[in-house]
Each structure stands twice: as structure tokens, then as C-alpha cells.
């Protein structure tokens, strides 16, 4: 069975800091992973994805995120944080017959100003 | 953008009361999903549903759960005795897997269930 595991339940950053969240996945073969961002009390907004290919990803909003076979890793970066990055993030794992998403618990990123 | 749109944003029913979320899907989608994220938890995958019947489900999906899509663009979620626990956000989602997998897998903004 697929299970994503994101280990920081809370990260707080300072505004221009760089950030990583953290995203471990389990699942037998290659892995469709995507990034989600939840603001509270709204939808689910897709930061980006990856399927194959170059293994470092560009997604919206200056994020991107490298796919780690050797450590079953997809972690979630941005050079310089912005307020407006407050919010809840969370980690996907597709199932091979592209219809199911496994989400990992989420991490709330905090912004100090 | 094509959009995913639920109705209603907030819906609040008595315990034992069946309630329906519903659900349009982007038009040309094929795939339709709903998911239901517990207050402070994770989002759970809870059905697929393709060419009129289902074809994944959760451990969650039991029989109080039902899905149905009545007509060529809404995609409901039936409760038929609401809970306590079934308190939640449900988001509903749509994609176009022929055309590949997750292809334009969008969701919902989601629909706040409150069960009193």
C-alpha cells in the first residue's frame, strides 16, 4: 500500500529565509508525487508534480522540489519565503492507475516577519 | 480555467439525517473522486467513480456512503444517517486519466459538513 510521511508537523521561517518541507513516500513502483497547498479554510491548489523525468521539478509560485529515488524523497523548496506562503502543505503519492491520491498529514508553515 | 464546483460551501444537518453534497465536474472529465479532510487531519481518498460505477474505494466508503452521478454533470455524495464523526470537509475532484494519468486532476473548493 502506498503512505506518505511528512516528519515537521509545524515549520516557522522568517520572510526572505529559504525553506524545505520535508515529503517521504512508500509505494512498489515509480511514484506520481505532487505538492498541495491548503490556505484555511480553502481548497486544495496544486504546486506542482512529478512523473518522470528531470527529477527536479518548477512549480508555481517560485516553489520547486526535487524527486529522490535513493531516499524515496520528494521535498519541497523555496529560495526566499513570503508572507503570503503561510498555509498548510501537503505531499501526494498517485497510484499507478492514475486515479487515487495518498496525502501525507500535512505540514503548517508559519512566516515570522 | 475549467473548475471543479461544489454546493454548498457550508451545510449543517442533525445527526440521522441524510444529507447530499453535490458536485459539477470540468465538463470533458471522465474520472470523478470524492475526498474528505477531518478538521486538523489529513485529506482521505473515500471513492473513484468511472462510467457510472465505482471503481475504487476506501476502508471509509461503507455502506452509509453512496455516489451517483443523475444526470450528464453532477456527481453527488449521499450520507444516508449522518454521524457525529462524518463532520468534515469533503472536496470533490475530476481528472481525464485517458489522456493520461492525473491528467487535469482538479478539486473542489470543498463543501464544510457539520453534523449537530
Known amino acids: 500500500a502506498q503512505s506518505v510521511t511528512q516528519p515537521d508537523i509545524h515549520i516557522t521561517v522568517s520572510e526572505g529565509a529559504s525553506l524545505e518541507l520535508r515529503c517521504n513516500y512508500s509505494y512498489g513502483a515509480t511514484p506520481y508525487l505532487f505538492w498541495y497547498v491548503q490556505s484555511p479554510g480553502q481548497g486544495l491548489q496544486l504546486l506542482l508534480k512529478y512523473f518522470s523525468g528531470d527529477t527536479l521539478v518548477q512549480g508555481i509560485k517560485g516553489f520547486e522540489a526535487e524527486f529522490k529515488r535513493s531516499q524515496s524523497s520528494f521535498n519541497l523548496r523555496k529560495p526566499s519565503v513570503h508572507w503570503s506562503d503561510a498555509a498548510e502543505y501537503f505531499c501526494?503519492?498517485?497510484?499507478?492507475?492514475?486515479?487515487?491520491?495518498?496525502f501525507g498529514g500535512g505540514t503548517r508553515l508559519m512566516v515570522k516577519p | 480555467e475549467p473548475e471543479v464546483t461544489q454546493t454548498p460551501s457550508h451545510q449543517v444537518t442533525q445527526m440521522g439525517q441524510e444529507v447530499i453534497l453535490r458536485c459539477v465536474p470540468i465538463s470533458n472529465h471522465l474520472y470523478f473522486y470524492w475526498y474528505r479532510q477531518i478538521l486538523g487531519q489529513k485529506v482521505e481518498f473515500l471513492v473513484s467513480f468511472y462510467n457510472n460505477e465505482i471503481s475504487e474505494k476506501s476502508e471509509i466508503f461503507d455502506d452509509q456512503f453512496s455516489v451517483e452521478r443523475p444526470d450528464g454533470s453532477n456527481f453527488t455524495l449521499k450520507i444516508r444517517s449522518t454521524k457525529l464523526e462524518d463532520s468534515a470537509m469533503y472536496f470533490c475532484?475530476?481528472?481525464?486519466?485517458?489522456?493520461?494519468?492525473?491528467?487535469?486532476?482538479?478539486f473542489g473548493s470543498g463543501t464544510r459538513l457539520t453534523v449537530v
Open positions: 475532484a475530476s481528472s481525464e486519466p485517458p489522456a493520461g494519468p492525473f491528467y487535469g486532476y482538479t
Open positions: 501526494a503519492v498517485g497510484n499507478n492507475a492514475g486515479n487515487m491520491l495518498t
